[in-house]
Every structure is written in structure tokens, then in C-alpha cells.
């Protein structure tokens, strides 16, 4: 072979030979593998506005930990340029199944405590109002179909009779209940097994702007109707207020059983509550996140 043809056809092997590592490299430094997966709200406050999203939980090894909303400033800065990349991408997640991706554009400066940014989403999921989604940056969290809709009138109309039934037994009186009123009510397959769970926030507002919150996950019963499987109920004046509103249900930890997120709202301030099912009783798992003055 003459020596011009053999040392072009070395240098040709020896950089399509380096070519796998060098985009290997690229990769790893345009998105680094993290062992950490990070769960995020995702909500429109009206239709001129980008999506706001914010760090709902940090999940590493099975366990739960808030993000680092009122950590020194080094700590959240890190956590900025890591999360709230501008072009960085998420799934979203709705109804615990697939529903687009998302695109985060800047980050927020927030008004007292907490960390967020602006987004946009190509996405199957209609935000707006109480209508609200998740980002992750896991690949495996939120896989399938979004079982998330709106409840039929029949199971509306026995949602609401076993709502009344709780505020009674919360010793709210007739009359009062009477005003009830409701915030949000969503169906959703928490176990996938064909079977519709209900999810709402109902709120009742009384004399010197007292207002009885009260939060429901409904579980189909017996009778063919539902049951409060858990509720959640505070009573309080405005700065006292206390509420819970469905964000999103979604199996976090590949059990089969959905866990529900939900915004936790006071005044001035917001968190979130993870509630999960265990052997057929629900329990709070976890509360942070949120921020605000």
C-alpha cells in the first residue's frame, strides 16, 4: 500500500475511534446523569402567562427530601443553574401518565422565600385554574396513559353527599353546610385497576371570614357509591387560613399504587403533601417545598 493511502486510512480510524468519546463527553456535560429524580408543579395562573413551575420533592434512594428553597444562597444557586437551566427539559406528567415535555426558559426571583422558573410545554394537559401537572426528570416516573378526568354527574352528585356527611361529622352545622361549596373535584385511577377514585377540595366560608376547608379522597364502596377514605379538614380566620387542592396523582415509587401530591395553601406561604396508601390507609409521607413570605 503506498505510504500516503496507509497513513490517510490510519488517521481515519483513529478519529472515527475517538468520535463515540468525544460525544460521550459532550453529553455528559450537557446533562449529567444524577441519581437524584426531582418532582415539580407545574400551573398557569391565566392563559397570558408562561407555566410556573416549582420544586415540589427531591427523591434519592427511596427517601423524600425538600428542595432547598430557604438554604444559603450558594445552595440554591447551584440548584438554579442545575434545574432551571434555560433549554433544560422534563417530561410532564398528568393523570400519572405521559403528556409532553417541557422547556424551561428562566428563573424567578421569587418575591420573599422559594424557587421557581418559566416554562413552555408541548403538552396533552389543558393547565389553567385548579387544573394543574408535574414535570420530573425521571424517565421511568408517570409512564402510560393520564387516567385524570372529570367526574361524571352521578359520581359529582355522591361525592358531594359524602362530603356534607364529613363537614357534619366535623360538627359544622346544617345551615352552614348548606353553603358549601366546591373547589375542585377530579376522577383518577389511583391502582389502575379500573376502578375510579375521586379527589376533591370543597370549602364552606362562615361569619367573620372563617372558612372551613375540607379535603377528600374519595375510594369506591360497597354500596356502589364512594367513601371518604381520607380527609383532611381545618377551620380558620385569614390569617389562620389553612387549604389543600389536588395537584396531580402519580406512582413515585413503582408499587402500582398512585401517591396524590397536593398544594398545601396558607397565608402568605404554600407547600406540598405527598399522601400514600399503604396497606389500604392512607398517610401523609411527606411536606415541604413551597415558599413565600
Not at 490510519?10 to 460525544?23: A, E, W
Not at 372563617?210 to 379522597?217: D, N, Q
Not at 364502596?221 to 389543600?244: I, P, S
Amino acid at each position: 500500500m503506498p505510504l500516503k493511502l496507509f497513513l490517510a486510512t490510519l488517521l481515519l480510524t483513529l478519529v472515527s475511534s475517538l468520535m463515540p468519546l468525544r460525544f460521550a463527553q459532550v453529553n455528559a456535560q450537557r446533562d449529567p446523569p444524577s441519581k437524584d429524580t426531582v418532582i415539580f408543579s407545574l400551573r398557569k395562573f391565566d392563559d397570558t402567562q408562561p407555566i410556573y413551575m416549582e420544586p415540589i420533592v427531591i427523591i434519592s434512594g427511596g427517601k423524600y427530601t425538600a428542595p432547598p428553597v430557604d438554604a444559603d444562597e450558594d445552595v440554591t444557586k447551584k440548584f438554579t443553574s442545575t434545574y432551571f437551566r434555560m433549554g433544560r427539559q422534563y417530561r410532564v406528567v398528568f393523570g400519572g401518565g405521559d403528556a409532553g415535555t417541557l422547556t424551561v426558559q428562566k428563573s424567578v426571583e421569587p418575591g420573599c422565600v422559594g424557587l421557581g422558573a418559566e416554562a413552555t410545554a408541548e403538552t396533552t394537559a389543558r393547565l389553567g385554574g385548579q387544573v394543574k401537572a408535574l414535570a420530573v426528570s425521571s424517565e421511568k416516573i408517570g409512564r402510560g396513559k393520564s387516567s385524570r378526568r372529570a367526574p361524571t354527574e352521578e359520581e359529582r352528585a355522591a361525592a358531594l353527599e359524602v362530603a356534607r356527611w364529613v363537614y357534619g361529622q366535623r360538627g359544622v352545622g346544617a345551615a352552614l353546610v348548606k353553603k358549601m361549596q366546591t373547589t375542585n373535584l377530579t376522577a383518577i385511577e389511583i391502582d389502575r385497576d379500573g376502578k375510579v377514585e375521586l379527589i376533591g377540595s370543597f370549602n364552606i366560608e362562615g361569619a367573620k371570614n372563617v372558612m372551613y376547608s375540607l379535603f377528600v379522597i374519595f375510594e369506591p364502596a360497597d354500596t356502589g357509591k364512594f367513601k371518604a377514605a381520607w380527609h383532611w379538614y381545618h377551620k380558620g380566620a385569614e390569617d389562620a387560613y389553612e387549604d389543600r387542592s389536588l395537584l396531580d396523582a402519580v406512582d413515585l415509587d413503582g408499587d402500582g399504587i398512585a401517591e396524590v401530591i397536593v398544594d398545601g395553601y396558607y397565608y402568605e406561604s404554600n407547600d406540598y403533601i405527598i399522601y400514600k396508601r399503604t396497606a389500604g390507609i392512607w398517610r401523609p409521607i411527606y411536606k415541604g417545598g413551597g415558599g413565600g413570605c
